[in-house]
């Protein structure tokens, strides 16, 4: 005798929600520095799977606290984001290296971190104490786990945060003006290299988070950043590149996209459907889902 | 106020200032004009900040600003506004306004918000559209409102009856001398020389990267040699 | 002109060397009659060395356990090491060198299976045997009549695994779940796949994954819905640590029997309780109930300070069936004799089981089959 019909569907709605929230906090890492630098920041993945071992290397020093963990994270993450704009993304733009420059060196930035990872916490995949990760609930015969409920807290917080930061105080306008034309934005008084600066280490506590919250759920190992960073990257195409709103919504969507292929047609097509689904929305929207085409006065 | 000195200046290889000085006194409105391509923008974009120069020194206040940003020329109160009038055209009308406030701290922005939008009632309709929907005299309209709002000790601004409508060009050029009035010196680069030497207190004429003339705003518009190449020989 | 008097030069050259050679490998060979002399070719050094080196205590832990015992018809065992750092140019010269120099009977290894695709054929065609003791890819045994393994691949183990399990649980219906992009898990779940149809259990949910994928609940929740009787997973340790989480926390709680990944002692490490009670066959298991394996254990244990691993007992059961082919053909020099023995060895008992070679020389035995209780592998009984 399996689960009722309905259960199921509960339980594929809670998945789904699960899944998406995780796949658009790393989204939102991206989209905030193509936003405002123009470049895809391929290093993201690898900053994600650091914040996790930030939090991990936190919570083994004893500290078994969720909220200290994820600022732990957020920290490390954000250091290394800093220091990926001082070393990979400022050096290129002094010399105006166009956008693909940057792309590979933080391709390169990328796949130092993974083999520093490699060094310092070894191949194997580590987990986060049960003690830190809690138990489950029932809710309507499905099933929630503590760590889903954590990350979906964290994660309607961390967007509602940015939401407002980027709609209602200074620097998060002054973020957006800078996205949209740094020359301008100088002109009103903004220190655009600065603002460019918080919003890279921005995007990487993001990711930090994100991935401390994956950690948390499933397993911290040097190389969880990739199908992540991959997911992330297509979720961003689909938002509309560099649009907030629009990372949040296509991580969700995307997360659906794959639980429903899954119950519905086979577990085999999981990816392809997600990807093909994307393809698709593509075809009728080319910029996204809330892409504008390129205007007049955009992006200098 | 704010003066040039023997500024040269270009793009990469092309040489396109050749030593310019110019001198705005405080109060006054002063007058840039030329042909297209003399290399007035160019000075603009020196004095803000916008490009290096190769030679010479821009002095503001009497302090040499010449190796500044252009955001803390912006900060000192120095405010361009530029050629074509880049407004940020994805954030709504109030969200430009707000961030012309950006480097004041004061507790008057919120009444100097009132004051811009009692001087264009058209932006108080509009605040909470993008600003890439306003009209072009809208738009040249909120980037004079934006640089109101930094309460600017200089104002620059670079062809500011671009594209506009004679009415609201007429507009335009009533609302700079307005502004003027009220305290803050202008530096007015303006292809319709005939206009802004009217509201001028003194104009410089520009031929080919360098000051060909100056004087007066009334001695120039009496001036054959500028009346013959400038003012369409009236 | 020229050119033919460096030729005629290069001629009388050949001509000296070969006639050294022979003279020297006569020597050689007429030594050789005194001892039972067999070539072991191993990853010795670079990053297989471990396995290389688990392999040789292994067989030098059974050399000197013959030896001790008078050796083979009065006669001692002796072992020639070569290594081949995992090579596959090394693994072919070195086998040659055991072949042609060391006039070896036999030759154990070498230790990957790419390095026994390349050396398997050299020394078929020289007709001297040539045993791997951890080569498990498909086809080793069908290089050639000389070629043989005695190390049990997964598919070899998966059969037993679902018999006994079959056997004990009484399961019906079963979902089976795996990782479709790697070779190693799937062929293994196609194995699984087969041997559940031929013992009659139903299939009532076939999910795939891939390797590096961490949220299985879509999957699972379908699982749910279809309520096998058991569970099977064909994943590395990884996925299938994360599967069996959240597969209990979706309230999934029936048996599960899983491929080799499950081998791994970090599965128990990453999944904590929720792996316990997973069953698992392995081809060797060191707290067999078994007074051979128990003795072997003791002494491999007082000589190395360890357990030894699978790598070790295959290695010792190795040089085990070539003592006991030696003894059948009964002349150290007769490679052909040597060969004809080893093939019709049958329910030859060794440490990893009771042991019989198929028609091509690849082996046929039972994997000890395992269950995960409180972290420890036990026999599942
Ligand atoms: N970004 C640029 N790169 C190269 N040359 C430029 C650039 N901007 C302007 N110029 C050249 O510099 C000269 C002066 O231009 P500008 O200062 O814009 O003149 P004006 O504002 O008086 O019309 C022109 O010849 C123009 O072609
Ligand atoms: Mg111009």
């Known amino acids: 005798m399996g689960a009722?019909?309905?259960?199921?569907?509960?339980?594929?709605?809670?998945?789904?929600?699960?899944?998406?929230?995780?796949?658009?906090?790393?989204?939102?890492?991206?989209?905030?520095?193509?936003?405002?630098?123009?470049?895809?920041?391929?290093?993201?993945?690898?900053?994600?799977?650091?914040?996790?071992?930030?939090?991990?290397?936190?919570?083994?020093?004893?500290?078994?606290?969720?909220?200290?963990?994820?600022?732990?994270?957020?920290?490390?993450?954000?250091?290394?984001?800093?220091?990926?704009?001082?070393?990979?993304?400022?050096?290129?733009?002094?010399?105006?290296?166009?956008?693909?420059?940057?792309?590979?060196?933080?391709?390169?930035?990328?796949?130092?971190?993974?083999?520093?990872?490699?060094?310092?916490?070894?191949?194997?995949?580590?987990?986060?104490?049960?003690?830190?990760?809690?138990?489950?609930?029932?809710?309507?015969?499905?099933?929630?786990?503590?760590?889903?409920?954590?990350?979906?807290?964290?994660?309607?917080?961390?967007?509602?945060?940015?939401?407002?930061?980027?709609?209602?105080?200074?620097?998060?306008?002054?973020?957006?003006?800078?996205?949209?034309?740094?020359?301008?934005?100088?002109?009103?008084?903004?220190?655009?290299?600065?603002?460019?600066?918080?919003?890279?280490?921005?995007?990487?506590?993001?990711?930090?988070?994100?991935?401390?919250?994956?950690?948390?759920?499933?397993?911290?190992?040097?190389?969880?950043g990739l199908p992540y960073g991959l997911k992330g990257l297509s979720i961003i195409v689909l938002g509309g590149m560099g649009n907030v709103p629009g990372a949040m919504l296509g991580g969700l969507i995307l997360g659906f996209a794959e639980v429903i292929t899954v119950q519905l047609l086979s577990s085999s097509w999981r990816d392809m459907a997600a990807f093909t689904l994307l393809f698709l929305l593509l075809v009728v929207k080319p910029d996204g889902l809330f892409g504008r085409a390129q205007q007049a006065g955009g992006r200098a | 106020m704010l003066q040039v000195e023997d500024v040269r200046a270009g793009y990469g290889a092309v040489q396109v200032l050749k030593g310019i000085r110019l001198h705005v006194s405080q109060g006054q409105i002063v007058a840039l004009i030329g042909a297209n391509g003399a290399g007035k923008t160019t000075t603009l974009r020196v004095i803000a900040g916008q490009l290096r120069p190769s030679a010479g020194r821009v002095v503001f206040g009497g302090e040499d600003i010449s190796r500044r940003p252009a955001y803390a020329r912006a900060r000192a109160g120095l405010v361009h506004v530029p050629e074509g009038r880049a407004v940020l055209t994805r954030m709504t009308v109030q969200e430009n306004l707000e961030m012309g406030a950006y480097a004041r701290a004061d507790a008057e922005v919120a009444h100097d918000l009132e004051r811009v939008f009692t001087r264009f009632p058209r932006l108080r309709e509009r605040r909470r559209q993008p600003a890439g929907t306003l009209s072009g005299g809208e738009q040249q309209m909120l980037a004079i409102g934006r640089a109101l709002m930094a309460r600017p000790k200089v104002l620059l601004l670079d062809e500011p009856s671009m594209g506009l409508a004679p009415l609201v060009t007429a507009e335009i050029f009533r609302l700079i001398q307005e502004i003027n009035q009220e305290g803050t010196t202008i530096l007015l680069v303006e292809q319709n020389a005939r206009q802004a030497l009217r509201i001028a207190h003194y104009a410089y004429v520009m031929e080919t990267g360098q000051i060909a003339l100056e004087g007066s705003a009334k001695e120039l518009l009496n001036n054959r040699r500028v009346v013959d190449a400038y003012l369409g020989g009236a | 002109m020229k050119s033919v008097r460096v030729v005629?030069?290069?001629?009388?050259?050949?001509?000296?060397?070969?006639?050294?050679?022979?003279?020297?490998?006569?020597?050689?060979?007429?030594?050789?009659?005194?001892?039972?002399?067999?070539?072991?070719?191993?990853?010795?050094?670079?990053?297989?060395?471990?396995?290389?080196?688990?392999?040789?205590?292994?067989?030098?832990?059974?050399?000197?356990?013959i030896n001790a015992a008078g050796g083979i018809l009065g006669m001692p065992v002796e072992i020639i090491f070569e290594d081949s750092r995992g090579e596959r140019t090394e693994a072919v010269n070195a086998v040659?060198?055991?072949?042609?120099?060391?006039?070896?009977?036999?030759?154990?290894?070498?230790?990957?299976?790419?390095?026994?695709?390349?050396?398997?054929?050299?020394?078929?065609?020289?007709?001297?045997?040539?045993?791997?003791?951890?080569?498990?890819?498909?086809?080793?045994?069908?290089i050639g009549d000389y070629v043989f393994r005695n190390s049990l691949p997964e598919e070899g183990v998966i059969p037993t695994t679902i018999r006994v399990s079959k056997e004990k649980l009484g399961y019906r219906t079963a979902a089976l779940l795996y990782s479709n992009n790697n070779d190693f898990t799937k062929s293994a779940a196609e194995t699984f796949e087969r041997e559940l149809r031929t013992n009659g259990v139903e299939l009532v949910a076939i999910e795939t994954f891939h390797d590096g994928d961490t949220d299985f609940r879509a999957q699972l929740t379908k699982v749910l819905q279809a309520n096998p009787d058991v569970l099977v997973v064909s994943a590395l340790y990884k996925e299938a640590a994360l599967l069996l989480q959240q597969a209990r926390q979706l309230g999934l709680d029936q048996p599960v029997v899983g491929g080799n990944g499950f081998n791994s002692p970090e599965l128990y490490r990453l999944a904590g309780e929720a792996a316990e009670g997973a069953i698992v066959g392995s081809p060797w298991f060191p707290g067999r109930d078994d007074p051979l394996v128990q003795d072997f254990v003791a002494r491999y244990q007082e000589r190395y300070g360890r357990v030894p691993d699978q790598f070790a007992a295959q290695a010792y059961d190795g040089l085990m069936l070539f003592a006991e082919a030696a003894r059948r053909s009964g002349n150290p020099t007769n490679r052909q004799a040597f060969r004809d023995a080893l093939a019709q060895i049958r329910n030859f008992e060794g440490v990893t089981g009771v042991f019989s070679f198929d028609e091509h020389g690849n082996p046929m035995m039972d994997a000890t089959i395992l269950q995960l209780r409180g972290g420890e592998y036990v026999e599942f009984k």
């Not at chain 1, 105006?96 to 194997?124: E, K, M, N, Y």
């Not at chain 1, 620097?171 to 290299?193: C, F, I, P, W, Y």
């Not at chain 3, 001509?15 to 039972?36: I, R």
């Not at chain 3, 055991?98 to 036999?106: G, P, Q």
């Open chain 3, 8 to 65: 005629a030069f290069a001629v009388a050259l050949v001509a000296v060397s070969v006639a050294a050679a022979v003279a020297w490998l006569g020597t050689e060979a007429a030594y050789a009659q005194s001892a039972w002399r067999f070539g072991a070719v191993l990853v010795l050094s670079g990053d297989g060395a471990a396995y290389g080196n688990s392999q040789r205590e292994g067989l030098e832990l059974a050399r000197d356990t």
């Open chain 1, 4 to 224: 009722r019909a309905t259960t199921v569907w509960f339980q594929q709605l809670i998945n789904g929600v699960s899944l998406g929230a995780t796949y658009s906090l790393v989204a939102l890492g991206y989209t905030l520095v193509f936003g405002t630098l123009g470049i895809i920041n391929m290093a993201h993945g690898d900053i994600f799977m650091f914040g996790a071992f930030f939090g991990l290397v936190l919570v083994e020093t004893g500290l078994l606290s969720a909220p200290a963990m994820l600022v732990a994270a957020a920290g490390g993450a954000a250091i290394m984001g800093l220091l990926l704009e001082y070393i990979a993304l400022r050096p290129l733009r002094r010399r105006q290296a166009g956008h693909l420059t940057p792309l590979i060196s933080t391709i390169g930035v990328g796949i130092f971190l993974r083999s520093l990872a490699l060094q310092l916490f070894g191949p194997d995949s580590k987990s986060f104490p049960m003690a830190l990760r809690g138990g489950s609930y029932r809710l309507g015969g499905a099933v929630v786990t503590q760590v889903d409920i954590v990350i979906l807290t964290a994660g309607l917080l961390l967007m509602l945060g940015l939401w407002l930061l980027l709609s209602r105080t200074k620097l998060g306008k002054a973020m957006r003006a800078t996205a949209e034309n740094q020359a301008t934005a100088a002109l009103l008084g903004v220190n655009t290299e600065a603002i460019i600066a918080v919003t890279v280490m921005l995007a990487a506590a993001l990711g930090g988070v994100a991935g401390a919250l994956v950690g948390l759920s499933f397993a911290v190992s040097p190389t969880m």
């Open chain 3, 96 to 142: 040659l060198k055991l072949i042609n120099r060391d006039r070896v009977l036999a030759i154990i290894g070498p230790t990957y299976s790419p390095e026994m695709f390349a050396a398997g054929p050299v020394a078929d065609r020289a007709r001297t045997t040539i045993m791997g003791i951890s080569t498990t890819a498909v086809g080793i045994g069908e």
